[in-house]
């Protein structure tokens, strides 16, 4: 007999409600393992629903028709999978078989209405579906007229298992060469449930399954929300699965995603994926379709989708629905939808997707222009009655105009935010378009279309539909709904934070430091004789007043911060941005960085980006001359390959670009509220490998970007300002629990790194067993102990990954002991409190032991080579600065600014001029060039100098680096002297 609390009878309880929800129990007896289906089930629905169908092969088969009609199915399923033969049928003998019915999408005929109530959905305790091995059973299957569509795997949380050990059990239990779970052949998703949370599938391919989260999302974060008497996931039993939605899911959002893999620009094979809606898509589609439907034509909505979203899937499910939408009284709520994109990917999406979806061509109509302009033929489509029709926000504003002109006929307007804005700027078609609008109010699509949409009346024959993942105050008050205290929210919402949470997109706030923070974790690092001595290092230690204007000072820290700790991420093809505040900022950051890498003979090579011709030292430069003749259009596909690994950026790829493998952000411009969200943003892509990201921001403060990103966060998770001695704090709270030893640790390590250990997955057998005397530790302590340990040990792990992107604890205790850590925390039974997804990390060790492997290998290995740049050529000039001797600058200075330098800081002045005057390099460009074009030179060499001497003198050092007046006059001083002196010197 079950008890309470096992997992029987959880099972139960989910066959019950489904019992209660227009199921019917099916005995795993009648199921038929070889074919992989219900054969008596799917005879009799037929027999029952289609009589004359059914003689007609009695007729053809004579007597045998059972068996030939079985092997007829069987080879269709085999051929073209259960979602097509349930929704176009069986054809055999010139007779077509319907499988099953769908619900009509209106009721005017009431015979499929009646044969879609005919449709049995079944429900399979313990389904017996190996031929091969007959003890194998799924705790649950459910069935469509005998044919197996969805299959589940439970856990208990009360007796210690939980969901993922459901998909575990998937992955290394149950065989994807079995009828029944096949991809496209058998059941088309399988679910792994537990109390608390829902996973899912739709294609089972062993330890390389892929399960999805399936929750609704809980205080804007991952996880379930609670529900009164009942488990957190019984939304998906008690909605989801009842009859009439999960047939619903069935007919209108299942479908093949097909993806066509080329090289060298042919296609060599296509690959299938089986698409199955999230939770808050099946959500959001279905509440904007209820809504439609019941207020008709005339409203607006907008939906804050997160990136991460899949708002493209959304939009194509929505489209389909609007288009056979019919009210209460089977009449159709609009006539067209027009979807507004910028995203030429989306026509093609929305053209495959209702072509599975219906078997219908035609009904895509894109905008292209090719035989006259645009607004013509968007006119020509919308009179027409075009079903769908793709136009540009180029066009948008015409859409209003001529629905004006059509006020018979009701549209859907669905608009997709501009992914592909990467200029930054609007159009000066698009403004010139607004008419009536104010265009200093305009910068960019989203403020356009929100605009146009209210410079407009109200028209009752458009709803709007926007869908937006930082929806701005002014678009938020067009389209948003009133939230009751005056203000106004979207329709429906899926956070930045549950995206996140359940691992769509990568939080870059976690790893994000302020040059501030940043400079005093290596300080302090690079005092602890403990860590070994690194380029990066000493680069952010030399430079304690960073000068707000020295772009070779930053491009040092930036170059042997990637080479150090980025480069080798992602399995080594990390890459990283540089974002500049202007578009001379961004010609002087690439010649910089050029510069730097040349002379120290780095293997790393950099684009640019920028609008435009620039003007700067007397020189013009493009974007296409910097980077060696590439062109604008070919920039992104050129910086994916692996020979470009740095992009500087002004105003351009702050929006709209996907590069997964960009990692790294410097950021060395003012950002604020949406700007800062969707820059910073750019480093949120998923990439097998990618854990993390990591920003170093040389202008921005950390409460500054918090602002920015509070409002489409959902939860605030910028970190404090990093207090470094904490490490070492939380390292020894974590000894005193005495839950390990640490001899273990050191074990771990050298199992971890030992060079043989190829992948972890050779070693995991022993990496496990290193880790479960710690866990049986662990599992005795009292429960408050365990939420002690388990919050410690996840700080730890956090700052140290934090603080590990600045500096390398190779080889120390910390190291060996972060590496442990993250195993053992892995291993730790979850708290009953804790509801986020722990994603299975094993691709992640393995990239992470890599990584660690190349740093230690380029810290021995890594040579400073030096490459002399050319002599500077020019042409003397005249324009002679007044003399003055030297002995008088620090005089002349205290005179002028009122400070207080003694005859230590002239000697110090003096020795600068010294240091000048034996640069070979310096001294040859003063005898020939002007002392304009020498000053070009000079005055980044004596920063540089300064920063060189700083520790002789770091009173003057920060004076010189504070106070722009001070700098002008010494610099200019010593500029003159080294002028002078170099003429007469020998060359």
Known sequence: ???????????????????????????????????????????????????????????????????????????????????????????????????????????????????????????????????????????????????????????????????????????????????????????????????????????????????????????????????????????????????????????????????????????????????????????????????????GPGEDYLIQHSTGSGKSKSIAWLVHRLVSLHDENDDAVFDGVVVVTDRTVLDEQLRNTIYELDHKTGVVHPIKGENGPKSEELAEALEAGKPVIITTLQTFPYVIEHAKSLPERDYAVVVDEAHSSQSGEMSAEMKGILSGIDEDEIEDAEDAIAENAKARSKQENLSFFAFTATPKAKTLQTFGEPDGDGGYEPFHLYSMQQAIDEGFILDVLQNYTTYETFYNVAKVVEEDPEVPEQKAVKAISRFLKLHPHNVAQKVEIIVEHFRTHTQHKIGGKAKAMIVTSSRAHAVRYKKSIDEYIEEKGYDLSALVAFSGTVKDDGESYTEEGMNGGVKESELPNVFDTPEYQVLVVADKYQTGFDQPLLHTMYVDKKLSGIQAVQ?????????????????????????????????????????????????????????????????????????????????????????????????????????????????????????????????????????????????????????????????????????????????????????????????????????????????????????????????GDQLFLEQLKEDALEDDHLRRSAQANSRENFALEFDDALTSMFIDRMDQNQELFAEFMDNEEVQEVITRHLREQVYQESQTAEG
């Open 1 to 295: 007999m079950s008890k309470p609390y096992d997992e029987a009878t959880f099972e139960d309880e989910i066959a019950a409600g489904l019992l209660e929800r227009g199921y019917t129990r099916v005995p795993s007896e009648g199921f038929d393992a070889e074919r992989g289906i219900f054969p008596d089930k799917v005879v009799s629905f037929v027999k029952e629903t289609q009589p004359e169908a059914w003689e007609k092969l009695e007729t053809a088969y004579k007597g045998n028709a059972k068996e030939r009609f079985l092997q007829e199915l069987i080879s269709a399923l085999e051929r073209q999978g259960t979602l097509e033969i349930l929704r176009q049928g069986l054809r055999t003998t010139g007779t077509k078989i319907d499988l099953a019915t769908f619900k009509p999408n209106t009721g005017i005929n009431p015979e499929l209405q009646k044969r879609y109530e005919a449709n049995i959905l079944g429900v399979t305790q313990q389904l017996y579906h190996s031929a091969t091995n007959p003890s194998r059973s799924l705790d649950l299957a459910l069935s469509v007229n005998g044919i197996p569509v969805a299959t589940a795997e439970l856990k208990n949380t009360f007796t210690d298992q939980k969901v993922r050990d459901a998909r575990e059990q998937y992955k290394k239990d149950r065989d994807p060469s079995e009828p029944v779970l096949r991809f496209k052949r058998g059941a088309l998703v399988h679910f792994a449930i537990d109390q608390n949370e829902v996973h899912y599938t739709t294609e089972l391919d062993g330890e390389d399954t892929r399960f999805l989260p399936f929750n609704k999302g809980h205080e804007k974060g991952g996880g379930n929300p609670p529900r009164e008497d009942d488990h957190r996931t019984a939304y998906l039993w008690k909605e989801v699965l009842a009859k009439d939605s999960w047939m619903d899911i069935l007919q209108r959002f299942i479908h093949i995603d097909t993806e066509e893999i080329k090289k060298d620009g042919i296609t060599v094979k296509e690959e299938e994926t089986m698409i199955f809606p999230r939770y808050h898509q099946l959500e959001c589609v279905r509440q904007l379709v209820d809504s439609a439907c019941e207020e």
């Open 679 to 903: 820059t910073l943003s750019r480093l949120n892509r998923t990439h097998p490998g990618k854990e993390d990201t990591f920003v170093l921001d040389f202008e921005n403060k950390h409460e500054e970007i918090q602002e920015s990103f509070d409002p489409f966060y959902g939860k605030t998770t910028v970190s404090e300002r990093a207090d470094p001695q904490h490490l070492q704090q939380l390292a020894s709270d974590l000894d005193a629990f005495r839950i390990y030893d640490q001899r273990e640790v050191d074990r771990f390590a050298e199992v971890f790194f030992d060079p043989s250990n190829t992948g972890t997955e050779g070693a995991h057998a022993k990496l496990s067993s290193l880790v479960q005397p710690p866990r049986d530790k662990f599992v005795a302590k009292d429960e408050e102990t365990q939420e002690e340990f388990r919050s410690t040990l996840r700080s730890f792990l956090r700052l140290y990954k934090f603080q590990s992107q600045i500096v390398s604890y190779a080889d120390t205790h910390l190291e060996k002991l972060y590496t442990f850590g993250r195993f053992l925390y892995k291993e730790l039974p979850k708290s009953s409190r804790e509801t986020s997804i722990e994603f299975d990390d094993e691709l992640a060790l393995q990239y992470y032991r890599l990584e660690k492997s190349e740093e230690g290998s380029i810290g021995l290995s890594a040579s400073d080579g030096e490459v002399e740049g050319p002599t500077e050529t020019g042409t003397g000039g005249s324009g002679e600065d007044e003399e003055v001797e030297l002995s008088t600058i620090v005089e002349k200075i205290n005179e002028k600014l009122g400070t207080d330098f003694t005859e």
